[in-house]
């Protein structure tokens, strides 16, 4: 699977971004579409996740400091998910990167490492 995220901007505090994750499409029926970020000089962080079975979102995650700013939204038939930012923080600065993997990838407190393909990533700065 191959992935291309777009989107990324220089916003300022408090305003929002989407950011989209366009997959070039997804082999199995039971699949899960992460969303990632690494900041300079810090750890990549989950940001949300989605299970996608049979069409249909099934269950979203998301990472606590997101409290509700961040909402993962798909187009399964165009093979995209979708990250709206809302709210956003300087803290927020970083690149985003989307990832898929099974299903099972996405579940509270979910890990880069349960996803097998990854985007080049978008960055997303945040003005003060």
């Known amino acids: 699977v191959q992935l291309v995220e777009s989107g990324g901007a220089l916003v300022q505090a408090g305003g929002s971004l989407r950011l989209s994750c366009a997959a070039s499409?997804?082999?199995?029926?039971?699949?899960?579409v992460g969303w990632f970020r690494q900041a300079p000089g810090k750890e990549r962080e989950g940001v949300g996740c989605?299970?996608?079975?049979?069409?249909?979102?099934?269950?979203?995650y998301y990472a606590d400091f997101t409290r509700g700013r961040f909402t993962i939204s798909s187009d399964i038939p165009e093979s995209t998910v979708f990250l709206q930012m809302d709210g956003v923080k300087p803290e927020d600065t970083a690149v985003y990167y989307c990832?898929?993997?099974?299903?099972?990838?996405?579940?509270?407190?979910?890990?880069?490492?349960?996803?097998?393909?990854w985007g080049q990533g978008t960055q997303v700065t945040v003005s003060s």
């Open positions: 499409g997804f082999p199995y029926s039971d699949y899960g």
């Open positions: 990832a898929a993997g099974w299903g099972y990838a996405c579940y509270p407190g979910f890990e880069g490492h349960e996803y097998d393909s």
């Open positions: 989605v299970r996608i079975f049979e069409g249909m979102t099934r269950s979203a």
